[in-house]
T-cell receptor
């Protein structure tokens, strides 16, 4: 059974800091890994999707990497801003398209 | 702008009542997921469908929950009878798997916030 872990559960950083959010998974037989953002009371917005054959994806100040063999992914946020405050979830797309989520990391960026 | 639509957005009901949540997946998507989100458990997969057929509903309490896709444009999640512990946000997501073994990108609806009193 696939298990996805995100540690720590919460993170608080000052504005302008570069930061890394971690995601680990137990079964490396995945098709892709997706990072989502969730604002309070809202749905999930897809940020980046990395195919299993890729090592990283970039979108603006966000960069996601994938090391499938070790079961790890990181989301790098450059020059963090208060508007980046949200919960960040990773999800792995595995056998039969099943999508398994971590519990998320709640990020607070202090002005 | 294509999006997954869920109704209702909010529902307050009394214990024992039937609750039906609806989801309209993005047109052309062939895979639909139902998730439940709580503070304690995070996002739990309840059930998902491919081409309207259930692939896995092992995450769903079978005695009170049921999920169906009457047609390709509608997925439903029913709870009967509802209990206070069912209070949560229920999300629907959809994606396209063009062929067996292909990767899927999931798109989420805004969720239905259910409160059972």
């Amino acid at each position: 059974k696939q298990e996805v872990t995100q540690i720590p559960a919460a993170l608080s950083v000052p504005e302008g800091e570069n930061l890394v959010l971690n995601c680990s998974f137990t079964d490396s037989a995945i098709y892709n890994l997706q990072w989502f953002r969730q604002d309070p009371g809202k749905g999930l917005t897809s940020l980046l999707l990395i195919q299993s054959s890729q090592r990283e994806q970039t979108s603006g100040r966000l960069n996601a990497s994938l090391d499938k063999s070790s079961g790890r992914s990181t989301l790098y946020i450059a020059a963090s801003q208060p508007g980046d405050s949200a919960t960040y979830l990773c999800a792995v797309n595995g056998a039969n398209s099943k999508l398994t989520f971590g519990k998320g990391i709640t990020l607070s960026v202090r002005p | 702008d294509a999006r997954v639509t869920q109704t209702p957005r909010h529902k307050v009901t009394e214990m024992g009542q039937e609750v039906t949540m609806r989801c309209q997946p993005i047109l052309g998507h062939n895979t639909v997921f139902w998730y439940r989100q709580t503070m304690m458990q995070g996002l739990e997969l309840l059930a998902y469908f491919r081409n309207r057929a259930p692939l896995d509903d092992s995450g769903m309490p079978k005695d009170r929950f049921s999920a169906e896709m009457p047609d390709a444009t509608l997925a439903t999640l029913k709870i009967q009878p509802s209990e206070p512990r069912d209070s949560a946000v229920y999300f629907c997501a959809s994606g396209l798997v063009p062929k067996q073994g292909a990767s899927l990108k999931a798109f989420f609806g805004q969720g239905t916030r259910l409160t059972v009193v």
